[in-house]
């Protein structure tokens, strides 16, 4: 059957969002994919495999149509949905590393990430190097030969740097590694590394690609079919699958990732503006401001600038839990990317792992997820809680 819809590779992003791998079911009509909640087919025989699936593990209809939405908006040749963030990114990092290789990590990242390489992926035996954002800094980190992944987050969670994507891919490629980008902060919507050189997108699509706190999730967007198929068949191997109604929650946060990250972009703007001119901070983090070191960059590889917005106080650490503490429409929580704005303290909580590492963070910091709220009650709640 020919596809009705024609080249998805002609379609704009809002459309590819609503259609790339969820055409109306064959057997209903239903316009949404079903949830398969199943673990096995029936057989035509041994072999005789009715729509190409097996067994949930392997492949599951609800999951092959996010996978394929997925590939579609990252311009990837192919997606697979885990999870978690950290499921896809261990099976990554044990598909295309062996013990004794080694990895160039960034110098300021999601703590998970660093704890997966510091705690997990070490004992394993892949060796790693925390590096700065800058170019010349992730060049002398790379060691010809041997290195294997230059790990780039951009981005960065919680500090906001922002990493050249098409430069690092130039550095990666040089010296024969990968380059992956942890894209979590940004998603595909805003943009997208493949196009800039990168090997492989991480995502977690617990955060903006759900977005709606309601799910924890992962994906791995591979830019050729040859790495995207070893993916898979690690992906199988090691069994860490998105299950089949998670699946279909993310595909429905989906659908609206373009409209949310417009507006979660506008709110930021709205909030930034508030905090560059208020009295009780110090400095503000946000790669949309004129002033961020790598602002150039950022306008350049990225649509907006996106809703993650982080902040030193004055008065240190105890000044920036008040501010936690006092928000109240901000819900103090973890994570990030979903409709409700949040606040969270990272020295305490997301980056506690990274204490006393390289990758530790300021304790007078406050990182916000801002949500999508009327930004007026957002900025009364902010104002009230700095007074
Ligand atoms: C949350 C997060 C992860 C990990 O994803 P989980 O879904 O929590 O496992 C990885 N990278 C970044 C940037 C994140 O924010």
Redesign the pocket.
């Known amino acids: 059957m020919t596809d009705p819809r024609g080249d998805l590779a002609d379609l704009g992003f809002e459309t590819l969002a609503l259609h790339a791998g969820q055409e109306a079911d064959a057997s209903t009509g239903a316009v949404v994919p079903p949830i398969h909640q199943v673990s096995t087919y029936k057989q035509d025989g041994v072999g005789g495999l009715r729509g190409g699936y097996e067994y949930s593990r392997s492949a599951n209809p609800t999951r092959t149509a996010l996978e394929e939405c997925l590939a579609a908006l990252d311009g990837g040749a192919k997606a697979m949905a885990f999870a978690?963030?950290?499921?896809a990114e261990d099976t990554l990092l044990r598909t295309v590393c062996v013990p004794g290789d080694h990895v160039v990590i960034p110098g300021d990242a999601?703590g998970?990430?660093y704890r997966l390489f510091s705690q997990v992926l070490a004992r394993w035996g892949v060796e790693h190097t925390p590096a700065g954002d800058d170019i010349d800094s992730l060049a002398a980190a790379v060691q010809s030969g041997r290195t294997k992944v230059v790990w780039v987050?951009t981005p960065t969670?919680p500090l906001l740097s922002i990493v050249d994507v098409a430069a690092a891919a130039q550095v990666a490629h040089d010296a024969g590694a990968l380059l992956v980008v942890?894209s979590?902060?940004a998603s595909p919507y805003l943009q997208q590394p493949i196009a800039l050189g990168a090997d492989v997108v991480v995502h977690?699509t617990?955060?903006y690609m759900g977005g709606h706190s309601d799910v924890?999730?992962?994906a791995l967007v591979a830019a050729t079919q040859e790495l995207g198929e070893r993916l898979q068949y690690h992906q199988n191997a090691m069994g860490a699958v998105a299950g089949p109604f998670d699946s279909w929650l993310v595909l429905r946060g989906l659908k609206t990732l373009a409209l949310r990250m417009e507006r979660h972009s506008d709110n930021a703007e709205k909030v930034v503006d508030l905090l560059v001119s208020h009295p009780a901070v110090d400095q503000v983090l946000y790669p949309g401001l004129p002033t961020h070191p790598r602002h150039d960059v950022a306008a350049r590889q990225m649509r907006r600038f996106g809703g993650m917005v982080s902040f030193r106080v004055t008065g240190g650490a105890e000044q920036a839990l008040r501010v936690c503490e006092r928000a109240r429409l901000f819900t103090l929580a973890e994570?990030?990317g979903g409709v409700e704005s949040l606040i969270e303290h990272p020295a305490r909580m997301t980056h506690q792992s990274a204490a006393g590492s390289p990758l530790e963070v300021p304790d007078d910091l406050v990182r916000l997820s801002v949500g999508v709220e009327t930004a007026d009650d957002l900025l009364a709640d902010l104002s009230r809680a700095l007074s």
């Not at 978690?84 to 499921?87: E, I, P």
């Open positions: 978690s963030g950290l499921a999601y998970g990430t987050e969670n942890d979590t902060f977690s617990t955060k924890v999730g992962g994570s990030l």
